[in-house]
């Protein structure tokens, strides 16, 4: 199973990085890189109503206020939505988005 990442941020001390599966294009996988090991702490699911559903992992949930899932939520919807219209415009016969032609790793614009 092949995945693309979609975008990395920080959220407070935690760094966590999201990824699109092929077999699951309709949700990102969120990935708490920093601190600790990196571990899949949750999903995003209902992306198509442009809020997304923020499901963290039982193991993770204490970590996790609603305002910090929020985040997540408007950060990762929105690097899909990014990256969902530009493969749009780019492919538009690819019957997925996240076809394995993309560049497996998205780039960080943001200021160093």
Request: hydrophobic share 35%.
């Amino acid at each position: 199973m092949s995945a693309t990442k979609i975008g990395t941020e920080v959220f407070g001390v935690r760094v966590v990085s999201g990824s699109v599966r092929s077999d699951e294009p309709g949700s990102i996988v969120l990935r708490q890189l920093y601190p600790g090991r990196p571990a899949d702490i949750g999903v995003i699911d209902s992306i198509e109503n442009g809020t997304g559903e923020v499901t963290v992992y039982p193991g993770h949930r204490r970590e996790w206020t609603e305002r910090d899932r929020s985040a997540l939520a408007s950060f990762f919807v929105a690097c899909y939505t990014d990256r969902y219209l530009d493969c749009l415009s780019s492919t538009a016969s690819s019957a997925s988005p996240f076809s394995t032609s993309l560049p497996s790793e998205a780039t960080d614009d943001r200021a160093a």
